[in-house]
């Protein structure tokens, strides 16, 4: 084994190992990469590594990269778009919908299950915060269904599923993260907003058919309520009002970027925009909230931007390392072809989905790995979107979970941590089965970015 190859795996264990230490992830990675630029400069004057190796090319190239990172036009639309997720939450648009939802398919077998889905998919299709999401959508719906006597399994696993779907569905804070981090215009924000629109909209269509068979195969975790709502025209009529504001926000957002009329970063200011004005016609518009929404996306954009100051020092130190050429040759190398070295990158980006959260995962793991799934000869978006999928589940998986986490905030006491990880586990599954189509049909992820740009 090769110094740098030690190297690489001794600086992969220290943050392993400082991970489990408590203190913030940032932190974390600044302070390895400031331990492993001692270690490389020592191991270069002690073993004379030809590594290029030294103070002003590793640390001393973080303020550069930092500066780029805040000249970075893609990453402008980060904090608009957690802005309007944010403020989206409390502007009574998903309440809205849910009231309204009910009575139209409250007579279905599982009724109540699909309206959480279809509105957790309006919802994803306008934010990409999956906290709010998650917490939004079991505040609204784990009481009516616990009333309605559906499994506890079902309906924590339900909501919780469903709000993850914001961080696949565009727009998308992550995917703006992988397209800065690929700065490739093979694989722009764009391209990638509509290489996850038909994934996306796939997952929650095989979540209504889960709960559909369900229901149908066991009545009992699903049943009829009694006083099913009478469906008629004024509750067609409620549906339709009730979405029209929300399908407006989307057309304004998604159809500015898909027709070419605006950038990413343009429409997302037109999104933030259109929040206030939803909030604003929903009378919940005030001084007090526009602050909490402020301060909630100012604390979430710090957050995600601390985490990049420590992983742009992480990546500069490893690739100092030698870490691009300790990877590449160490998946080249794997006794597989092309589609066994993609199973395995996946595979392992599944692992570490249970133990880290999905923004270190795509600051550090995705430009290392990017280049030779590139080189392969495989669709740059394809494969990123291939990567999103398989990070999805990184928020369902324990002892990690985010979204798990957000759901027992808000669970009735009735429902324990047993059943959140047993209603979350099919539909784990499901996302597998969702990769897998992605995998062997491609053309769900590159035709319509092919019809709108033509092909990369």
Known sequence: MSIEAIFVIGMFLTFGVLLFTGFPVAWVLAGTSVIWTIVGIIGVEEFGVDL??????SIGLVPERLWGLVGSETLVALPMFIF???????????????????KLFGGVRGGYA??????????AATTGIIGASVVLLGMLSLPIMMRSNYSKELAVGTSCATGTLGILIPPSIMLVLMADRLATPEASVGDLFMGAFFPGIMLGAMYVTYVLVLAFLKPSVAPVPEDRPKVDMSVFWGVLWAVLPTAGLILAVLGSIFAGIATPTEASGVGAFGAMLLALANGRLNLKVLKESMYATT????????IFVGATAFSVVLRGLGGDQVIEEALTGLPFGPDGILITI?????LLGFFLDWVEITLIILPLVAPVVQSLGFDLVW???????????????????????YIKGVCPPEIKVTHIYRGVAPFIVLQLIGLGLIYYFPKIVTWLPAMAYGPN
């Open 52 to 57: 290029w190796f030294d103070w002003g090319s």
């Open 84 to 102: 309007m997720g944010i403020l989206l939450d409390q502007s009574g648009v998903a309440e809205r919908l849910m009231v309204n939802m009910v």
């Open 114 to 123: 699909i309206t959480v889905i279809i509105i957790g998919v309006l919802l």
């Open 299 to 306: 604390k979430t954009a710090a957050f995600i931007f601390a």
């Open 346 to 350: 996946l595979f392992v980006v599944f």
């Open 383 to 405: 494969f990123t979107i291939l990567f999103a999928v398989c990070l999805q589940t990184s928020f369902l998986t324990p002892p990690v979970g985010f979204a798990l986490f």
